[in-house]
Nanobody, 118 residues
Framework: QVQLVESGGGLVQAGGSLRLSCAAS????????MGWYRQAPGKQRELVAL???????NYADSVKGRFTISRDNAKNTVYLQMDSLKPEDTAVYYC????????????WGQGTQVTVSS
């Protein structure tokens, strides 16, 4: 089994910064991607940022230029640096991990609340 433990959420004023971390542990083998999704009240969960095992990244248009995803492969940890935060960034942020070759396994963290006040 795989566990994802997130940290770094909290309350921040608009224009501020937060850094989220997600550490994966357990039976980890070929990681394909690690990433962050978010879900605001009354909305569907959406992709925020993704990083592949080769370091390629993908961002939602709404966060491009403000958020940066990075990864420490040795620690199986993914980070999300969030700058210039806006009230519309308020959501529960979930860490996601996909691994495997022929069969893909997907895991989710428990979520961490990010609240941006105006």
């Amino acid at each position: 089994q795989v566990q994802l433990v997130e940290s770094g959420g909290g309350l921040v004023q608009a224009g501020g910064s937060l850094r989220l971390s997600c550490a994966a542990s357990g039976r980890i083998f070929i990681i394909k991607t690690m990433g962050w999704y978010r879900q605001a009240p009354g909305k569907q969960r959406e992709l925020v940022a993704l990083i592949t095992n080769r370091g390629s990244t993908n961002y939602a248009d709404s966060v491009k230029g403000r958020f940066t995803i990075s990864r420490d492969n040795a620690k199986n940890t993914v980070y999300l640096q969030m700058d210039s935060l806006k009230p519309e960034d308020t959501a529960v942020y979930y860490c996601n991990l996909r691994m495997g070759l022929t069969i893909e396994h997907e895991y989710w963290g428990q979520g961490t609340q990010v609240t941006v006040s105006s």
